[in-house]
């Protein structure tokens, strides 16, 4: 039966790669939510993060990216400033390569792969050549006929339900102002894809409605709407310019390279885009249970983006 889940969750695997494959191909065709997985280590269950075997949080997270037929593997709303794909590098001393997060545009960031096999899944780089390798508490690739450490793919059900971006005081964002959180709102659920300008491109997270209302045709991304120091956040055409390179790191969620944060209007709600130094509004991404209950990672993920805010407050 363990055999039997693992092929079912590497099958889903490979749909949303060639899914996400369509739209890296056309800019303006519709995104469809990226498989979101984690990685573990079923020994001690620690998962593969950016920085190497870690607790299965938010950052060990991962979606996949594909371009032209090569795949990456993406920090699912997670990624660096300067880097957003897993990738490979050469350490004096290591046998084979160390695993770190890179650019997209690298060579290795654009040849993974993951390959299910009879203890688990096998993870692979460089077309096949080389195996991901747990090594104490760092990642690390070596020719695969010396063996690999098999992990398990560990699905959420981001892709099948969506999730909220929420505060820390009960409140949603819904694209234009923060609301009430209400699971029933199908308004307030949002998905995530990955997606490639071009096969050596830098890869880029765009934020998407994730339940289309028969009131509203046409797919809405979230759009910064221009380059002033100081604008709004609006819904607006997938291929935008301004619908590129999202990310929600320690509370923060901000548009192009992490320049600019969404904050509230304590005044009326609505939403704007600032500077970072400026202040932003900490938030999370956030799921719930099929009792309407925030899940239990939400509620640490939402504790840790207030105490995150609170010690840059005092600092």
Not at 25 to 46: I, M, N, R, Y
Not at 129 to 152: D, S
Not at 169 to 174: E, M, Q, R, S
Request: aromatic share 8%.
């Amino acid at each position: 039966r363990e055999q039997a889940m693992t092929r079912q969750r590497a099958m889903r695997l490979a749909l949303a790669a060639a899914l996400a494959a369509t739209a890296a191909s056309k800019p303006t065709a519709e995104l469809t939510p990226s498989v979101v997985f984690h990685l573990q280590d079923p020994v001690d269950g620690l998962c593969l993060g950016p920085h190497g075997f870690a607790p299965c949080d938010t950052s060990a997270l991962w979606i996949v990216g594909l371009a032209k037929g090569r795949q990456s593997l993406v920090p699912f709303l997670h990624p660096t400033l300067e880097a957003s794909c897993l990738d490979t590098a050469r350490v004096s001393g290591w046998f084979g390569a160390r695993v770190r997060l890179g650019s997209c545009k690298a060579k290795n960031s654009l040849s993974w792969n993951i390959k299910t096999m009879p203890g688990g899944a096998m993870v692979t780089a460089e077309g096949g050549k080389q195996c991901v390798m747990r090594q104490w508490n760092f990642a690390a690739t070596q020719p695969c006929e010396f063996g690999y450490t098999a992990l398990k793919v560990v699905e959420t059900t981001i892709h099948d339900r969506g999730f909220l971006l929420a505060t820390g005081d009960g409140t949603c964002f819904d694209g234009a102002r923060f609301k009430l959180c209400d699971p029933k709102d199908p308004k307030l659920y949002w998905g995530a894809a990955v997606r490639f300008d071009s096969p050596r491109a830098e890869g880029y997270v765009s934020l998407f409605k994730f339940i289309q209302l028969r009131t509203d045709p046409g797919q809405k991304c979230l759009v910064r709407e221009s380059s002033k120091r100081v604008s709004r956040p609006v819904l607006g055409d997938c291929a935008h310019s301004g619908a590129k390179q999202w990310s929600l790191v320690d509370g923060q969620l901000s548009h192009d390279k992490g320049k600019s944060c969404l904050a509230r209007d304590e005044k009326t709600g609505l939403a704007k885009l600032q500077p970072c130094k400026d202040g932003y509004t900490p938030m999370s991404w956030t799921m719930f249970d099929d009792r309407g209950y925030f899940d239990e990672s939400s509620r640490r993920s939402a504790r840790l983006a207030q105490e995150l805010a609170g010690a840059r407050a005092r600092f």
